[in-house]
Structure formats: structure tokens, C-alpha cells
T-cell receptor, first 111, second 114 residues
């Protein structure tokens, strides 16, 4: 069964720290992996998409890596800010449209 | 572009009533998705359209749920009759097409069935 796991479920860190969110998946035959953020009561915002052939993607203070052999992806956030507080979701595509979702990591950045 | 547009943003209705949720995908996107999000089950794909054709509706919970996409710029998700267990946030998302493309989500419709 294809499963996506995100650990920890919640994380609280002081402002300014660098942090890493983890995503693991059971089946390495993926199309791509996408990281989203969700603010309370809001929709999902796509942050980064890593294709199966790629090792990492960067956007501003965010860097996502992909290691298919170990079934892992990490989202690195540099110099965290209170505005980064949100739930971060990892989604793995195993077909050309179906995403398997992690349960998310709720991130709180303390001022 | 305005992004994916959904309406209404909030819907409160009584059990047994018909509910219609609406979605306008990003112009030029050929794939459209309807998702449901609950605390218990997380995000679930309900139905996927490509070029206005339903490709996978295996996630539609039961016959009370139906979805249509009459043209490339409009889709509806209908629940008839609604039940309290249908209470959830319903998201519409679109992408350029099948394959390795990002999915862009709308703001969602929060449905409460009393």
C-alpha cells in the first residue's frame, strides 16, 4: 500500500531558526512530489514540486530535496519567520493525476 | 490570473437539502480535481476530470454525490440529499494537464450540514 508519512505532526521553534520538515513514502516509483502549505481556514498553496528525476528544488528560503531510494523528502526552511507558521503537507504522485497525501506538520514560529 | 475560484465559500444547509458547489479553474488548465478535507480522513480525491471528461470518480463516496464539467471553465459538485457526515471543506484544484504538473487549489467551500 502506498503511504506518505510526515513526522513530526507538530513543531514549534523560535523565530530565526533553520528547520527541516520530513516526508517519507513507501513506494519509490513516484511521478513527482509536491510540498504545500495550508493556513488555517484557507486553501492549499503549492510551494515546490520535485520531479522524479530531480534531487532538489529551491524557492527563496525554501529548499526541498528528494531521495527516492530511501523514500524520503525534506523541506528546509531557512531563517524562519512568524509568517511561516502554517501546516505543511507533502503529496506524492504515483500516477499522472493521483496524489497520496501526508497528514501534515503543523509549524509554529514563535516571535 | 485570479487562480482557482470557488463558490460559495461557506454553505450551511439542513439535512436532506441539495447542495451545489462551483469551481472555475485557471484558464488554460486542462485537468480539474475535486477534493474533500476532514480532520478524520485528511484530503481525499473525489473526482478527476481531464479535458472536461471524468476520468476517475472512484473517490465519490456514494450516489448522492455527482459532478459535472460542461465546459473548460466551469465545474459543479452536487450533493443530493445532503447528510451531516458530508460536512467538510471541499476543494477544487486545477493543473495544466495529467503528468508532472503542479496542482493549484482554490480557497475551498466549507460545508456544514445540520
Amino acid at each position: 500500500k502506498q503511504e506518505v508519512t510526515q513526522i513530526p505532526a507538530a513543531l514549534s521553534v523560535p523565530e530565526g531558526e533553520n528547520l527541516v520538515l520530513n516526508c517519507s513514502f513507501t513506494d519509490s516509483a513516484i511521478y513527482n512530489l509536491q510540498w504545500f502549505r495550508q493556513d488555517p481556514g484557507k486553501g492549499l498553496t503549492s510551494l515546490l514540486l520535485i520531479q522524479s528525476s530531480q534531487r532538489e528544488q529551491t524557492s527563496g528560503r525554501l529548499n526541498a530535496s528528494l531521495d527516492k531510494s530511501s523514500g524520503r523528502s525534506t523541506l528546509y526552511i531557512a531563517a524562519s519567520q512568524p509568517g511561516d507558521s502554517a501546516t505543511y503537507l507533502c503529496a506524492v504522485a504515483y500516477s499522472n493525476y493521483q496524489l497520496i497525501w501526508g497528514a501534515g506538520t503543523k509549524l509554529i514560529i514563535k516571535p | 490570473d485570479a487562480g482557482v475560484i470557488q463558490s460559495p465559500r461557506h454553505e450551511v444547509t439542513e439535512m436532506g437539502q441539495e447542495v451545489t458547489l462551483r469551481c472555475k479553474p485557471i484558464s488554460g488548465h486542462n485537468s480539474l480535481f475535486w477534493y474533500r478535507q476532514t480532520m478524520m480522513r485528511g484530503l481525499e480525491l473525489l473526482i478527476y476530470f481531464n479535458n472536461n471528461v471524468p476520468i476517475d470518480d472512484s473517490g465519490m463516496p456514494e450516489d448522492r454525490f455527482s459532478a459535472k464539467m460542461p465546459n473548460a471553465s466551469f465545474s459543479t459538485l452536487k450533493i443530493q440529499p445532503s447528510e451531516p457526515r458530508d460536512s467538510a471543506v471541499y476543494f477544487c484544484a486545477s493543473s495544466l494537464g495529467p503528468g508532472s504538473y503542479e496542482q493549484y487549489f482554490g480557497p475551498g467551500t466549507r460545508l456544514t450540514v445540520t
